[in-house]
């Protein structure tokens, strides 16, 4: 047993999905959050500075009591592949949780996978999934608008900008035939309809933010790391910028309010 928080870090909201799941399927458990609001968007950087903010970040999560961290983002997970950023504490990224559900879910072997340019680039959501099973095509696209369509909130199903912008970046993975598609970017839940109504209902939908939080709760199981408390846990969310505009952001994103305390980081 153990009573410290769950450390979450994400470029900016997209995290966010992974503590929702994180209520739901832990709701005892303390969460701190750092949303790295200032230097969002990560995914359009080099590899070498996308490790160097995530360490940043890690740095930032240690300075409170946790018991495990979780890089609810897809672009770090990718650009580590199936490294740890810890040595000391369990941590995962999204990227095995996310690359085992889609081969649990794919029938027909054929798995799309959306993310940002860096996600895309490193290659990685592919080979892990060839990893786990061999004989799967995998099929990607970098998606570089969907962020700023998200942080700008066109996400509404109807939105035209946000459809036309989906269907040409979706179209080469249709045709493909895939029957499975990973969210690879903890920011595309929120596009969730639109993807959806594009794609159609024979494939399925991987959410990377929530598969990571599922992993998190056996990570924890397993070592026997799970809190004793019996009451509600808190939610706790540190952003490096402006703690309005992320108040407001994840209003969009949430499609409610933020449960739990804002701070700044620069404090
Ligand atoms: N949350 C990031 C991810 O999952 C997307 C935003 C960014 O580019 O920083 O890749």
Known sequence: MNNDAIGVFDSGV????????????????????????ARIPYGSRSRETVI???????????????????AACGTVSSVIGTNSLVDDMPFTGVLLPTAQAACSSTKNGKIGVIGTSATIRSGSFAKAIKTIRPNTSVYGNACPLFVHLVENGYTDRDNKVTKLVAEEYLAPIKAEGVDTLILGCTHYPLLEDI???????????ISSGKEAAKYAEICLMERNL??????????K????DSIELFEENARHFLRSEVVGDVFSSNE
């Open 14 to 37: 997209g995290g966010l999905t992974a503590v929702m799941e994180l209520n739901k399927l832990l709701p005892n458990e303390n969460i701190i959050y750092f949303g790295d609001t």
């Open 52 to 70: 160097k903010y995530a360490h940043e970040d890690i740095a930032f999560l240690r300075k409170h009591k946790i018991k495990m961290i979780i």
């Open 195 to 205: 993807i959806a109504d594009y794609m159609g209902d024979s494939v399925t939908l």
């Open 226 to 235: 799970l809190t004793d408390r019996t009451e509600k846990g808190t939610n």
């Open 237 to 240: 969310f540190y952003v490096s």
